[in-house]
């Protein structure tokens, strides 16, 4: 099969001439995802496929003819798909499977985006000059087009490209803006180019949602405040207020929040709100995350308002972020708030949820409400973390309710919550800061029993409040050392 080909006067072909579409020799190709990749592939495409891995460019038309297979539209595509690595060979392989039949768009797209990004740009352009003759060009090619010559920063090319859409009978229309617009964004620090193609394009094709959400997230990824806002109100003005396009509001408020302008960001969320325009659920779990970071629990109760008054459910996930930085900073009310709203939202509270909230609890010696919230914790069988309980107990010796110390230590004992070595050590050391050595002994003998391990500092703490207590107390330290001494033997 052979493609009607163009001299290049310029970067562009402008006089045609009949030659075979080929691929330079010094070409050095990228590397694709192969037929390896793709376990799933029906015997006739792996077949294929290794003969183009294999054989040859200039022994493999024979090789293909060998093989008795006649590949369908659907093979053909699938080879292609695959062969981006063997440029010269995938061509090979088109020309000699257009005997069967008329390759489909969707394959002659795929040998243009395979030439293009092999960047043999001269080759893509005979193949779509026979495209053209075979009626075949849409924008779909285009956009493979723009893509390569993008990736490889020939913007100029690119442009030149949109410019010859009509002589390729395709539509110079917004779809076709935005794709090239889209494929300049997405290369890094290109917004001058974009900006430079949407400020001389705009007044002859106008702008739509998509267009504005296109230039806005690359404001967004090189984190141009000003640049943002002007789109935006340019954006306003031009296609108005629309709940479809969220993903523009969703970029324009994450630039404000990364820039850290958070109130300027909330009262733009305001005014959204008022026109029925909210961001989506990914704007507030990113922009939660970022105020978590941040440990800005002043943001953070008003973003989420505005989020489920928007009637966007949150997740577990948000839940406990949220949760997790108002425990942070010791708003108890609001985290028990939260605690209590989740579930109406088909959020349930798990182990991190309620260990967040009982640690706060404890950090902050409310020993009332850490005895309350123990009580509910086991109830709904989510206990505290070990380390949790070490804190716990240690908190309550401390501040005078030695008996709810006592009763955790017996939950942890009893359910064999984690390692309870810490939480053994605390209570023994609290009891003894209390004078309670009779209890410290019969608890200490179980923890022996038990093969829970009692520290070398508690043991020595131990032996102090002991001797002071007399003989009789010093002889039932002895005995309580001599066991202790024979579990570390």
Request: hydrophobic letters at 40%; glycine letters at 4%.
């Amino acid at each position: 099969m052979e493609v009607i080909a163009e001299n290049q006067s310029s970067r562009l072909p402008t006089k045609s001439q009949n030659q075979p579409l080929s691929i330079p020799d010094n070409l050095q190709p990228q590397r694709f995802p192969t037929h390896l990749d793709a376990p799933d592939i029906s015997p006739a495409v792996r077949t294929l496929c290794e003969l183009l891995t294999h054989v040859s460019p200039h022994d493999l038309e024979p090789a293909l003819s060998s093989s008795g297979i006649i590949p369908t539209s659907d093979d053909i595509q699938q080879v292609i798909s695959f062969s981006y690595n063997q440029p010269s060979s995938a061509i090979k392989f088109f020309r000699w499977a257009g005997r069967f039949g008329k390759p489909s768009a969707y394959a002659w797209n795929l040998i243009v985006d395979l030439l293009g990004k092999n960047q043999s740009f001269e080759s893509m352009w005979d193949a779509m000059r026979s495209m053209k003759q075979e009626g075949l060009l849409s924008i779909a090619t285009f956009v493979c087009v723009f893509d390569n010559y993008c990736s490889v920063h020939r913007f100029s090319e690119a442009t030149m490209s949109f410019d010859v859409l009509e002589r390729y009978g395709v539509e110079q229309d917004v779809v076709a803006v935005n794709s090239l617009l889209s494929a300049i964004c997405r290369e890094d620090n290109q917004m001058s180019v974009a900006v430079e193609f949407f400020d001389k394009i705009k007044m002859k094709i106008p702008p739509d949602e998509d267009t504005f959400t296109i230039l806005l997230e690359g404001w967004e990824k090189e984190g141009n405040l000003a640049k943002a806002k002007n789109t935006f109100g340019e954006m306003i003005v031009k296609v108005g207020w629309s709940p479809k396009n969220i993903s523009a509001y969703d970029a324009f408020l994450t630039t404000l929040v990364h820039g850290s302008h958070v109130d300027e960001a909330l009262k733009f969320l305001h005014v959204m709100k008022k026109n029925d325009c909210l961001p989506g659920l990914k704007f507030f779990s990113n922009t939660l995350d970022i105020l978590v970071k941040q440990n800005d629990s002043t943001h953070v109760i008003p973003l989420w308002d505005t989020m489920v008054d928007g009637g966007l459910l949150p997740n577990l996930i948000m839940y406990n972020a949220l949760i997790g930085v108002l425990c942070n900073n010791n708003d108890v009310h609001n985290a028990f708030r939260f605690l209590d709203e989740m579930v109406f939202h088909g959020a349930f509270p798990d182990s991190s949820t309620y260990n967040m909230i009982f640690l706060c609890l404890v950090r902050n010696k409310r020993v009332s409400e850490v005895g309350k919230f123990f009580v509910e914790m086991i109830k709904n069988e989510w206990p505290p973390s070990s380390s949790n309980s070490a804190a716990a107990i240690r908190m309550l010796l401390e501040n005078d309710d030695p008996e709810m110390a006592i009763d955790i230590w017996n939950y942890m004992l009893e359910y064999c919550v984690s390692t309870p070595d810490e939480s053994a050590n605390e209570l023994l050391i609290g009891l003894c800061n209390l004078g309670r050595l009779v209890e410290v002994k019969r608890f200490a003998e179980t923890m022996l029993d038990r093969r829970i391990n009692i520290f070398d500092l508690t043991m020595n703490k131990l032996k102090n409040e002991f001797y002071r207590k007399g003989r009789s107390f010093r002889d039932k330290y002895h005995s309580l050392s001599r066991r202790w001494k024979d579990t570390k033997s």
